[in-house]
């Protein structure tokens, strides 16, 4: 089955700079590629996703990054401010059946 | 429109006790999914269903979970009988089919 590896596990930047968190997936016939936001006490968020056809899509100040060869893809927030802290989630599937990434733990100091 | 519902919120309960956790999906959505949060399994997927029926359960850890959809607008996992493995938060998701998850607040299960 799928298996997905996030890194790193946690991430702390100051506010303003950039963070990136990686995901690599095991199963190439995967074609969604969500991230979800995870806050204290609360459920998981979807903030962007990608599907295998696109190489890169962004959002304001949040892009992902796909590499069907190397099975990989990225998470990017630029100009991170306070209330970007909390735990990130990759994903990986066909649509329906996901799994997820460990997760990162994203600290921004102010 | 009103997100996914869940209850309880919060249950603790005695070890061989039963447990049922509620689910309403958003409305129109013909996809609903059971995960399961733990510190040492991150999310897991316990089963999910479409237009009301279980599509794949594989993820259901044994016979004493079970999950219902008698409807479009309710669902329910059971555990009979609960075990101290089993406390995590369990969520409940639902899609409209494009892949994207709307997520519930989540029930915390605390078995003693």
């Known amino acids: 089955g799928e298996n997905v590896e996030q890194h790193p596990s946690t991430l702390s930047v100051q506010e303003g700079d950039s963070a990136v968190i990686k995901c690599t997936y095991s199963d190439s016939a995967s074609n969604y590629f969500p991230w979800y936001k995870q806050e204290l006490g609360k459920g998981p968020q979807l903030i962007i996703d990608i599907r295998s056809n696109v190489g890169e899509k962004k959002d304001q100040r949040i892009a992902v990054t796909l590499n069907k060869t190397a099975k990989h893809f990225s998470l990017h927030i630029t100009e991170t401010q306070p209330e970007d802290s909390a735990v990130y989630f990759c994903?990986?599937?066909?649509?329906?059946?996901?799994?997820f990434g460990a997760g990162t733990i994203l600290r921004v100091k102010s | 429109d009103a997100g996914v519902i869940q209850s309880p919120r919060h249950e603790v309960t005695e070890m061989g006790q039963e447990v049922t956790l509620r689910c309403k999906p958003i409305s129109g959505h013909d996809y609903l999914f059971w995960y399961r949060q733990t510190m040492m399994r991150g999310l897991e997927l316990l089963i999910y269903f479409n237009n009301n029926v279980p599509i794949d359960d594989s993820g259901m850890p044994e016979d004493r979970f079970s999950a219902k959809m008698p409807n479009a607008s309710f669902s329910t996992l059971k555990i009979q009988p609960s075990e101290p493995r089993d406390s995590a938060v369990y969520f409940c998701?639902?899609?409209?089919?494009?892949?994207?998850?709307?997520f519930g607040e989540g029930s915390r299960l605390t078995v003693l």
């Open positions: 998701a639902s899609s409209s089919g494009t892949g994207r998850l709307f």
């Open positions: 994903a990986s599937g066909d649509g329906n059946k996901l799994v």
